[in-house]
């Protein structure tokens, strides 16, 4: 069991995000393949996955340990939902911060070497680890991460719901079923380790995660105290999970979408599928910023796109109505 532990300041800072970041669900997808219990919500998108991975997940799978702790991918990567931004900033990631990250994993005696590598900054071995996650996150994510995106939009919006109607409080009193017992003034979490966190004032980031199933993790950044710990918890509970999600988007629609929105401003909507901001699309599409500025600006005023801020920058996000259209490639009667 995990207690949380609040103080008036720390629920007045308490906040919802969408995503832990597409680098940590990736991370959890690797663990979900190996999983054979399973929810029965997952076996269609398991069955359409595996096989398809082979050596290439090796390097992830080095660093998921039979037990004790595992490592936090997302205080490497980063909560980004570009796979692109998410690998920059893993390759970036100061080696003191690995050092804590791996330090306490029981790894198998096969990869002790390859990770002591890795804790020691050799930049092969972290290329490697930067090259399966790519790997894993294009077989595993990409296909089916513009509706699993938007149903984590969906969770976030449900939350921010809980707290309109009702504050943090109600927020806290209603999260996750069994998996969480808010008694005022401590959030308790069914958890393998026991530990007691206290925020300080530093408050909660509650976010929704897809591919992590079995519990709620408390992700905190080792090398940032200030920073308040991020709550993930899984938006699947059982079988209840529409199995459409898994189904990979048709290729065949791009033609149509091209011809309907012409090349770029179809790309701008493929690439916002994820959540992109204005910088990142300019970058993939070999574009101008302001170019790719204007061409989000239409497709958000035809209700494709929705944009928001994040600090100084942008995130476009697709809309239901863009994912449909992106789907099938034409407009919905």
């Known amino acids: 069991m995990k207690r949380i532990h609040f103080t008036a300041e720390d629920l007045a800072r308490t906040r919802v995000?969408?995503?832990?970041?597409?680098?940590?669900?990736?991370?959890?997808?690797?663990?979900?393949l190996k999983d054979r219990d399973a929810t029965l919500a997952f076996r269609r998108w398991q069955v359409s996955v595996r096989g398809r991975l082979g050596e290439q997940a090796g390097p992830l799978a080095a660093l998921m340990p039979?037990?004790?702790p595992l490592l936090d991918i997302a205080s490497l990567t980063g909560n980004t939902a570009s796979i692109d931004e998410a690998v920059d900033n893993l390759l970036a990631a100061p080696r003191p911060l690995l050092r804590l990250e791996l330090e306490n994993i029981d790894f198998h005696p096969a990869h002790r070497s390859?990770?002591?590598?890795?804790?020691?900054?050799d930049r092969e071995t972290r290329l490697q680890v930067a090259a399966a996650l790519r790997a894993c996150h294009r077989v595993t994510v990409?296909?089916?991460?513009?509706r699993v995106h938007s149903r984590l939009n969906e969770a976030r919006a449900a939350y921010a719901g809980a707290m309109a109607d009702g504050g943090v409080e109600r927020l806290l009193a209603t999260l996750a079923g069994p998996l969480v017992r808010w008694r005022p003034p401590v959030l308790e979490v069914v958890h393998p380790r026991e530990a007691d966190v206290h925020l300080n004032g530093r408050g909660l980031v509650i976010a929704p995660t897809m591919f992590s199933t079995h519990q709620v993790e408390l992700?905190?950044?080792?090398?940032?105290?200030?920073?308040?710990?991020?709550l993930a918890v899984p938006t699947v509970d059982g079988a209840g999970l529409d199995t459409t999600l898994w189904e990979a988007a048709d290729e065949s629609g791009e033609r149509p979408l091209d011809d309907l929105l012409g090349r770029?401003?179809?790309?701008?909507?493929?690439?916002?599928?994820?959540g992109c901001g204005t910088t990142e699309l300019a970058r993939r599409l070999d574009i101008s910023p302001a170019t790719a500025s204007h061409h989000a600006a239409v497709l958000r005023n035809a209700r494709l796109l929705t944009t928001r801020r994040e600090g100084r920058a942008v995130v476009h996000t697709i809309t239901s109505l863009g994912l449909a259209l992106l789907e099938h490639g034409r407009p919905l009667p």
């Open 17 to 32: 995000a969408t995503t832990i970041g597409v680098a940590a669900e990736t991370f959890d997808t690797v663990k979900l």
């Open 66 to 68: 039979s037990h004790g």
């Open 114 to 121: 390859w990770a002591r590598n890795l804790v020691d900054g």
């Open 142 to 146: 990409a296909p089916y991460w513009g």
């Open 219 to 230: 992700l905190q950044a080792p090398l940032d105290p200030g920073r308040p710990p991020v």
């Open 264 to 274: 770029t401003r179809a790309a701008v909507l493929r690439a916002s599928a994820g």
